[in-house]
């Protein structure tokens, strides 16, 4: 890793309530990677301080912790440090921590039972990212116009891999706040995740509303389905002067955008959720006819308060 163009040692933050799961894991850190420095905590608290006093290049957190949990700590460490990059470890099966990791924002995922063979190689490729962004920065910074078209399978591997993509491209651009790549990752994020589940997987938010296991498990039912596998995703990035777009779009048959539309300006989260997050963090919201593409805008040069203020449809404030 590089500071102000000097070398200098790697720091991973290690937080896990388990001594035996933390020695386990700072022990196998040391042994693989000795040259980093690895601190390590008994909870989320202490780490939120140990970001606060020092500077930590990625955090390697349980998520099952007393008092404030893993989902907790990740969600404090996106909206106070969001630059930096999350690795939630769990002894949950990989397909229920698949889905939970790209909704609560995390990078990336180790089960505990592949701790010693993914979470060294895991790390490693977060930092070579940081260090391949850092190094284009100066190249980018410069970029006026620039289209990026991406085409996935309807895959939660592959779309935590895209928003990694987006978030590290948002930051190479050199030219956007951290909490501005944060607030248009989630969005990008939300919209990939309503593509997979609601788009090409046909499960509505009612079915979400089911116990988490239970909408993983109908999720991978469904994507094993002939009438749902083989579906593709795309996003398209599109940066032009003052502007940022995203187009996602995916193969399922829509839905009526009006009706959803009618639901967040009543103010209903709990139908419209993704949604509701999406609108929050962008300033513009369309959808195409058959409600399978969705385009996020983002005029760089406006405010907080001009949120979704150009599509009175999707202005979820009060009627003046």
Not at 60 to 89: C, H, K, N, S, W
Not at 150 to 164: A, C, G, K
Not at 173 to 179: I, S, T, V
Not at 291 to 313: D, F, M, V, W, Y
Request: hydrophobic share 35%.
């Amino acid at each position: 890793m590089t500071q102000s163009g000097t070398a200098r040692e790697v720091v991973i933050l290690f937080v896990d309530d388990s001594a035996t799961d933390r020695t386990r894991g700072v022990g196998l850190l040391r042994k693989q990677r000795p040259e980093w420095e690895i601190v390590d905590v008994p909870s989320a608290s202490d780490g939120l301080n140990e970001l606060g006093n020092r500077e930590i290049d990625v955090v390697v957190t349980d998520l099952v912790m007393p008092e404030m949990d893993g989902r907790q700590f990740l969600q404090a460490v996106m909206e106070r440090y969001p630059t930096i990059p999350v690795v939630l470890v769990t002894s949950q099966g990989s397909d229920q921590i698949a889905a939970q990791s790209m909704e609560l924002g995390a990078v990336n995922y180790v089960p505990k039972r592949r701790l010693s063979e993914d979470l060294v190689p895991a790390l490693e490729d977060i930092l070579k990212a940081g260090q391949d962004s850092s190094k284009a920065r100066d190249v980018l910074r410069h970029v006026i116009r620039n289209r990026s078209l991406f085409s996935i399978d309807n895959d939660l591997e592959q779309i935590r891999s895209l928003v990694h993509l987006v978030r590290t491209r948002l930051h190479s651009l050199h030219r956007l706040r951290a909490d501005t790549v944060a607030s248009l990752t989630a969005a990008v994020r939300e919209a990939l995740l309503n593509a997979y589940f609601h788009g090409n997987l046909e499960i509505d938010n009612n079915q979400r509303n089911r116990s988490a296991d239970d909408f993983v498990e109908q999720a991978l039912s469904r994507s094993r389905d002939s009438r749902f596998a083989g579906r593709q995703i795309e996003l398209e990035m599109h940066l032009e002067p003052g502007e940022l777009r995203f187009r996602i779009a995916d193969e399922g048959r829509g839905f009526n955008a009006s009706e959803v539309i009618a639901r967040v300006r009543q103010s209903d989260p709990a139908t419209t959720s993704g949604l509701h997050v999406i609108c929050g963090e962008v300033d513009d919201v369309s959808f195409n006819d058959t409600g399978n593409q969705i385009t996020l805008t983002k005029t760089l040069r406006s405010t907080a308060s001009e949120r979704c203020r150009s599509n009175p449809e999707l202005n979820t404030a009060p009627a003046e």
